[in-house]
Nanobody, 124 residues
């Protein structure tokens, strides 16, 4: 059974940076499309970024393009999300997720395995 554990969340001021990590337990990590999704209170879970199994293709939500960078290290079974120029609207619980293949929609229903989430809070 695949297990995903996020880390790196915290509180930061507007304009600051955070780097999220997701450790994947299992031998099949390099076969999965991986993604980051987030959920703010009272809203649905939205896709932030995804990366193909080999790492060659990335997608981003329009709201984070140019500020966030998704990457993966298949040798370490780890997924990353570098978040720069953070805004208050980036405040949410961030989830790491794995999918059998990447879809352009990056919706929650596209992903098959989930972590427990890590909280990111951006204050002005």
């Amino acid at each position: 059974q695949e297990q995903l554990v996020e880390s790196g969340g915290g509180s930061v001021q507007v304009g600051g940076s955070l780097r999220l990590s997701c450790a994947f337990s299992g031998s099949t990590y390099r076969s999965y499309c991986m993604g980051w999704l987030r959920q703010a209170p009272g809203t649905g879970r939205e896709g932030v970024a995804s990366i193909s199994a080999g790492g060659s293709t990335t997608r981003y939500a329009d709201s984070v393009k140019g500020r966030f960078t998704i990457s993966r290290d298949n040798a370490k079974n780890t997924l990353y999300l570098q978040m720069n120029s953070l805004k208050p609207e980036d405040t949410a619980m961030y989830y790491c997720a794995a999918a059998w293949w990447c879809r352009p929609t990056m919706s929650a229903g596209d992903f098959n395995y989930w972590g427990q989430g890590t909280q990111v809070t951006v204050s002005s």
